[in-house]
């Protein structure tokens, strides 16, 4: 159930393995959600082994350099993937919007044999048997039935399946609003030497330049306490961009907000029913971990079930998808995205400039500074899931 990134990647990879798979999506078409806009070399390395790497590659942009910002002295920490380059085929992180992930892997379960893909169709209800599922989907104002044996929920932070399982989402919500702007004005002019990939630290307030194709991606925090049209109105989007470049009445292209969640279901699997990406668990954006950990959880899942399926592997393949990938979300993504917003978010001088020079002796050291981007491209935490029995 759903062909956002993550649920589309999950059922490309199972239909890859010869898995006969229906794709349900209750959107009449795969989202155009401008959330997402990194896939870590980690992940590419999946998508290569389907064939979905290199053509995302066109549609994006290249980032083998990103930098650490010092939003009042100018001060640029920069991290080089490259160096990443006896690891990985990849070493960048590929700026690229996630629909064109979605709507690209979608489309290949399409073409595929024995597969059936199906837009404006929602999840109702589901239930289990000893001999598999029975999913109650509504399309077109009509409830009908489909049985399958697995049932996956890639359906997002107000999960129907999360429900059916009875997994309790546990966590917290950030009591500031993320805000969030694109605008196609070379932002490049008025801040030298801007990479790709910005995080730009400031006690009065942190911002984050990301660029994709013909556009600058902007997310600055927002008053929780301030009415979502009053954040995204021209007034406050002048202020920002006056803070960025020095003037406002900038044209944006899409400005949204969005609440920013630390959340992990207690459980991921019940019976022949499993969760994966938002409707396991949630983070903030910083770092680009949030798609890229959700895709990862497919790829788990799709392997556990063709050995259900395909390899007369028991159940305990699902408890091992649960144990993995819970183990990764609470100990690495949970933390390091928490670890990233107070890092971001901090607000007493003395406190972020030691926190700068902590990163001044990573980034300084071969050594830690590998270890680091380890971590950013999320080969650790793959690594450390493969650990666990």
């Known amino acids: 159930m759903g062909a956002g990134p993550v649920g589309a990647t999950c059922a490309a990879r199972l239909a890859a393995m010869g898995i006969s798979v229906t794709l349900i999506e209750q959107e009449p078409d795969c989202a155009h959600d401008l959330r997402a806009s990194t896939i870590h070399a980690s992940t590419l390395e999946m998508l290569d082994e389907i064939d979905a790497a290199e053509p995302l590659i066109g549609m994006g942009l290249k980032a083998p350099i990103y930098q650490m910002r010092d939003r009042r002295s100018g001060e640029a920490l920069r991290f080089d993937l490259t160096e990443l380059s006896d690891l990985t085929r990849f070493p960048f992180r590929l700026q690229c919007e996630q629909h064109y992930l979605a709507k690209h892997l979608a489309t290949k379960v399409q073409e595929a044999d024995g597969m059936d893909v199906h837009f404006g169709c929602r999840l109702i209800d589901a239930r289990q048997n000893g001999e598999g599922i029975v999913a109650t989907v509504e399309q077109d104002g009509v409830q009908r039935e489909i049985a399958a044996k697995f049932l996956v929920g890639a359906d997002g932070s107000r999960s129907v399946v999360r429900k059916v399982i ?19 004005l070379e932002i490049e002019k008025a801040i030298p030497d801007l990479d790709y990939v910005n995080y730009i630290s400031d006690p009065d307030e942190w911002l984050v330049l990301l660029k ?6 902007v997310l600055v925090p927002g008053d929780g306490d301030v009415s979502d049209e009053d954040l995204i109105s021209d007034a406050n989007a002048d202020q920002i961009f006056n803070r960025i470049v020095g003037h406002g009445n900038v044209e944006t292209t899409h400005r949204t907000i969005y609440r920013v969640h630390q959340r992990v279901a207690k459980k991921f699997v019940e019976g022949r029913m ?10 903030n954006p910083l770092g680009g971990f949030g798609m890229n950990s959700g895709i990862h959880d497919g790829w788990n899942l799709a392997e556990k079930l063709w050995m259900i399926l395909r390899k007369d592997a028991d159940f305990e393949a699902l408890a091992k998808f649960e144990r993995q990938r819970q183990a990764v979300t609470r100990s690495f993504i949970q933390a390091q995205t928490i670890e990233n917003m107070e890092n971001m978010g901090e607000t007493d001088q003395t406190a972020l400039a030691a926190k700068r020079e902590k990163m001044r002796r990573v980034q300084a050291d071969p050594d830690a500074r590998r270890a680091y981007l380890l971590r950013q491209a999320m080969f650790s935490s793959l690594a450390q899931e493969r650990e666990i029995a």
């Open 274 to 283: 499993a969760i994966i990406g938002d409707a396991a668990h949630l983070n």
């Open 212 to 217: 994709v194709p013909g556009i600058w991606r």
């Open 166 to 184: 009875g997994a309790e989402f546990d966590g917290f919500t950030y009591e500031e609003k993320f805000v969030s702007m694109s605008t196609r």
